[in-house]
């Protein structure tokens, strides 16, 4: 499991904006980079991140290598009804995490 | 002796007086942070942003990990919030029981192989930065305050005579770029004064965090010299030296640094 | 429509074109595109036209290491359900392959934004590009310089 810090506001009021920030712990390895043995390092990265709000899709993006390592990725969302945040990493080598945070929102 | 080679002796004497005395340290004192773009300036400000919180966290669960058969750090040293608070900025320090002078890194390897009775972690490793960073981090904003043991006077000064002394294929010193040079650009990059008040530190260079010791080998490679081993007495000198001069600037750790 | 309003139309057209051709000449391309970006940017259009506006691609001309480069993408443009921004994607000139980045928005977002760090292998150009839900595509061309840190491990 890798260490992930993700904000999300836990209470709200409906309507309102939310801020939300994600950060995973991840080399995202390219496949272009050569190992101290000459031969290049086969690629291992996080492929597609995913953010559901009350089980549905809210934002999804497909990351490549360019992105970089500990890929951080904020977007903001409208905070319409109390309940929880999924977020899902998906990758190379079978990688795939999902964290949640609940919101409350009045 | 003649008296001319007296006179010489004397004025050979106050010049060397002179080079020890002289403050090259460049002032005011300016930490790498106000160098940066505000892009990664807001990168290290914001807890939200600062990927070296991410060994933070780790850290914190370390901290209460009993390791192999013994206890956890939390076991003795209680809640690190409050106990490990100043801590980060005091180092080095001297060990009384080995006589020499210790980093962060090989304190909390002490304490492991001394009192918890397990292997020491190796460098750079995910746990062992994950612990350094978690004890910096409750020195941050505090100002640098370099422990004053009249035993680490020697090896501080060990450690200045490193800092100055050219070395390398391109026989350069520390001293040349980082007091006499900070604020020209090399490479493209900016020459900063070098102050080590932000370790770790995550380094968009190496897309991770690392220790003071990784960053000056970085330093030692871009010279073109040889490396000491890890954990070497030099390099624990060097770091009591470049701490000194750093001291007063507020503790940034874990810092973002190009 | 009358004569006059096309020939109007196609003289505005003439010049605008002259005048776009001129400004390509004098200031550093931004405006035109290289192939390897255009190819990238028409797999992603599928063909359809783009045009420069509404997206703001915020990245530091000169970045600090080529590593780590934060960047924000955002959009001008509401997210309501009839008119809602679908698509942002990023796409360089110079990195090992093209694509950066390729996100899908929904209408339950409060902007059109996004932010993360990038890898860029050298100096090179990039482009953003939005698909709005109307079907139109919009996109913002970067210059951005890179240089490398001074002692590398």
Known sequence: MARTLIHVPTTARKGEVLEVRTLIAHPMETGYRAGADGRTLPRDIIRRFACRYNGELVFSADLYPAISANPYLAFSVIADASGSFTFTWEGDNGFAQTESATITVT | ?????????????????????AQTTPAPKRSGFDTMSAGVQAMQRDDQQNPGMLWVADGEVLWKTIFGISFSCAH?????????RGVAARYPDWDKVDGRPVDLVQRINLCRTRYQQVLPLPPESVEMLGLEAYVAVQSRGMPLAPSTARELEAPRERGRRLYEQRIGQL???????HDKLPGHVLAGATIPQGHVNGYPTYRLEWQGLGSLQRRIRNCLSGVRAAPPPWNSLEMVELELYL??????????APAVRP | MSDSATADRSRRALLAGGVGAVLCVAWRPACALSDELAGALRGFTGGAPAREGKVNFDIAPLVENGNTVPITVTVDHPMTAAAHVQAIAVFNE?????????CRLTPRMARAALSTRIRLATTQQLVAVAKLSDGSFWTHTVDVVVTLAACIE
Request: proline share 4%.
């Open chain 2, 1 to 21: 002796m003649s008296g001319r080679g007296a006179a010489l002796a004397v004025l050979a004497a106050l010049l060397a007086a002179a080079g020890t005395l």
């Open chain 2, 76 to 84: 003795c040293h209680g809640d690190a919030t409050k106990t490990m």
């Open chain 2, 171 to 177: 026989n350069l010193s520390c001293a040349l770029c």
């Open chain 2, 243 to 252: 701490t000194q001069r750093s001291a007063g600037l507020p503790v940034e």
């Open chain 3, 94 to 102: 110079k990195n090992p392959q093209r694509e950066v980045i390729s």
